[in-house]
């Protein structure tokens, strides 16, 4: 009896290697999404906690009220920035997500392909085994 072996087993570590690849990619693609996301929060934090503190200054001058309108749009500018770095990089983590399930796809295929070789060995196995055992006991029995 013959071992049984996988002629595309080679191919089979490489789709492993090629997945694990793709989920790496997009496990840092989602963080850098996160990490906009986090930069967008504490730019509007900071935004809503200088707005406080202006207001409750006292006496509030308009060189004051000036500043913290240039301080808004200089927030506004930095979060429109945040946005388009955020659309590209949404656009970035969906392509490495489609390319992430393509090759979890391409190594579901090999391992199935796997799977029916394997059974399909067992039972050439199981035949022959039982091929084998008829042999034998027909062998036991007296010619006449």
């Known amino acids: 009896m013959t071992a049984f072996r996988f ?23 989602t963080a ?3 990490e906009l996301d986090r930069e967008r929060a504490e730019l509007e934090a900071a935004g809503v906690r200088t707005e406080i503190l202006v207001r409750e200054w006292r006496p509030l001058s308009g060189g004051d009220l000036a ?9 506004k500018k930095r979060e429109q920035g945040i946005a388009v770095r955020r659309g590209a990089c949404a656009k970035e983590l969906a392509a490495r997500q489609s390319a992430m399930l393509e090759a979890r796809r391409r190594l579901r295929l090999l391992e199935r392909l796997k799977e029916r070789r394997l059974a399909e060995w067992r039972a050439a196995q199981n035949r022959e085994l039982d091929e084998q055992a ?4 027909l062998a036991r029995w007296p010619l006449r």
């Open 7 to 29: 002629r595309l087993q080679k191919v089979l570590d490489w789709r492993r290697t090629e997945l694990d690849l793709a989920e790496a990619r997009f496990k840092q693609q």
């Open 32 to 34: 850098a999404l996160a």
């Open 67 to 75: 500043a913290l309108g240039g301080f808004r749009l200089q927030i």
């Open 134 to 137: 008829a042999v034998a006991y």
